[in-house]
């Protein structure tokens, strides 16, 4: 399973543009291709069986957690699962990007979790999001920059 999640969240199977600008402008031991690629060419074209890109319906229940400035698993990425499943819910970390939890939501979303565990056909409650520290950003740009 987690081949096949790196394998298609960071691959991009086919998108040979994207593959070669991974790196770019980073440090040589840094801009290797990633170790998945040589794996994920393997499991994309001698693995997957076909039938696996097939769309199902499920009902098992299912919550779907992005964050508000993930450039990777966003909104439209979480929409696009709906079809899938006839129970999901959808909730969206305001000020969160892309990884685990920081200190800032861990016990958000433990709520929410806990409360989509016991209950997962009830509207999952959110409301523990309004009382998350705004994250407040400043950049103090250096003078060359602010003159153009």
Not at 13 to 38: C, I, M, N, Y
Not at 39 to 65: A, G, H, N, Q, R
Request: overall charge negative; aromatic content about 12%; proline content about 9%.
């Amino acid at each position: 399973m987690s081949t096949c999640v790196e394998c298609y969240d960071h691959y991009y199977p086919g998108d040979q543009a994207r593959q070669e600008k991974f790196g770019e402008g980073l440090p040589p031991a840094f801009s290797e291709v990633p170790w998945f690629t040589t794996e994920c060419d393997y499991w994309l074209t001698k693995v997957t069986d076909s039938t696996l890109m097939k769309p199902f319906k499920s009902d098992i229940p299912t919550l779907i957690l992005y964050g508000e400035h993930d450039p990777t698993s966003n909104r439209a990425q979480a929409e696009s699962h709906i079809p899938w499943f006839t129970r999901v819910q959808i909730s969206k970390t305001p000020g969160m990007a892309h990884g685990p939890p920081s200190h800032r939501e861990r016990n958000c979303w433990k709520e929410i979790i806990n409360g989509f565990y016991h209950e997962p056909d009830k509207k999952i409650e959110e409301s523990c999001y309004e009382s998350l520290p705004q994250i407040e950003m400043s950049i103090d740009l250096p003078q060359w920059a602010k003159e153009k």
